[in-house]
C-alpha cells in the first residue's frame, strides 16, 4: 500500500507463513491492516483484503488515514505468469431514508467516463477503454447454481438501472454470466421507484431497487408453481424473458447479457391476473 504523500507499507506475500500485516506509520497505532487468504476451491484463487480506518470520523481514533489517492502496488515474484487480478471496494451504504454521512471509496481512473460530455448525463455502459467496470458487481449471494437471480430496469427507457449488478462471476459450475433476467424496478428516469403497499391502511409507497424485483418474480414462480409448472425457478423465468424480449421493438437495443441475462421482463403489479384472465406461465 502507498498512501497519498507517504512511505508504502510492509509486503505482504501469500505464504502461509504470513496471513497478515499491520501498517503503523511512525510507530503509532494501526492504520491499515493487509490479510491475506487462499480461498481453494472452487475458484482455486488467492484474495487480500485491505482494512483502512475512516479518513474522517465523529469519534475519531488516535490515529485516521490520510485522505487522497491510495495506490496498491502488486508484484509477481515468481517464475509462473498471473492470469488475471481482480479489485472490488465494499462498503456498507447508509440506512434507507438516512443523509449521506460521508463520501465512499471509488477507484480512480482518468480514462473512466462517469457522465456523457454532451448531455450530462450518467454513462450507462462500460468504457473498454477504462480498467474500471461495472462486470462481476452482481451480489456475492446471486452466485449459487440454482438461485434465480433478477436485475432491475426503467420501464419506460427499456434501459437497466445503474445500481442493478452485473456479471460474470468466477463460480463454477455455473458460470454465470450475469442475472436470470431483469425485471422492472423504475417506472423512469423521473418517476424513481414503482408503487408497492405502504405500513399504513391503504397506503402506498413508491420504492426500487434489485430488492423490489426479486418479489415479483417470487409472486409469479409460485403462481407457475401452483398451477402445475415444475421446471426450475430459473428455466421459467429465462423463457418468459426471451419471450418478452423477442416481442420488444428493436430500440432501444437489448441490454448485454452481463447486465439483463436473458432479458427485460414486465409483470403485471397486481400480481398475477389481470382482470379475470390468469397470466401464463409461459
Known amino acids: ?50 482494512d483502512l480506518v475512516p479518513t474522517a470520523c465523529d469519534k475519531a481514533p488516535s490515529q485516521l488515514a490520510p485522505c487522497g489517492t491510495w495506490k496498491i502496488v502488486l508484484r ?28 465512499q471509496s471509488y477507484f480512480s481512473d482518468a480514462t473512466y467516463r462517469r457522465f456523457d460530455e454532451i448531455s450530462g448525463r450518467a454513462v450507462e455502459t462500460d468504457n473498454t477503454a477504462s480498467l474500471v467496470r461495472r462486470s462481476g ?15 432491475g430496469f426503467k ?37 424513481r421507484g414503482i408503487f408497492a403497499a405502504g405500513t399504513r391502511s391503504r397506503s402506498i409507497v413508491a ?16 403462481d407457475c408453481l401452483a398451477a402445475g409448472d415444475r421446471r426450475s425457478g430459473r428455466e421459467v423465468v429465462t423463457a418468459l424473458a426471451k419471450l418478452q424480449e423477442s416481442r420488444r421493438p428493436p430500440l432501444p437495443s437489448r441490454p448485454s447479457e452481463e447486465r439483463a441475462g ?9 400480481g398475477s391476473r389481470v382482470g379475470n384472465r390468469r397470466i401464463l406461465c409461459d
Not at 502461509?16 to 484463487?45: L, M
Not at 420504492?207 to 418479489?215: E, H, K, L, R
Not at 436473458?262 to 397486481?270: A, K, T, Y
Request: glycine residues 10%; hydrophobic residues 35%; charged residues 20%.
Open 262 to 270: 436473458s432479458g427485460r421482463i414486465v409483470l403485471p403489479r397486481n
Open 155 to 191: 420501464q419506460k427507457e427499456a434501459t437497466i438501472v445503474n445500481y442493478s449488478g452485473a456479471g460474470p462471476t468466477a463460480t463454477r459450475p455455473s458460470g454465470r454470466s450475469g442475472p436470470d433476467a431483469a425485471v422492472v424496478t423504475d417506472d423512469s428516469s423521473i418517476h
Open 1 to 50: 500500500m502507498e498512501p497519498p504523500g507517504g512511505a508504502r507499507s510492509p509486503a505482504l506475500s501469500d505464504a502461509k507463513s504470513a496471513r497478515a500485516v499491520a501498517w503503523r506509520p511512525g510507530g503509532r497505532d494501526a492504520i491499515c491492516k493487509i490479510y491475506y487468504e487462499y480461498v481453494g476451491p472452487p475458484t482455486n484463487r488467492g484474495r487480500y483484503l485491505i
Open 76 to 103: 509477481n515474484r515468481t517464475y509462473h505468469p498471473i492470469d488475471s487480478v481482480n479489485a472490488w471496494i465494499q462498503w456498507d451504504d447508509r440506512p434507507l431514508g438516512f443523509p449521506r454521512t460521508g463520501r
Open 207 to 222: 420504492v426500487n431497487g434489485t430488492s423490489v424485483a426479486a418479489p415479483q418474480v417470487t409472486r409469479y414462480l409460485a
Open 137 to 151: 458487481t452482481i451480489s456475492a449471494i446471486a452466485t449459487g447454481v440454482n438461485t434465480v437471480v433478477v436485475g
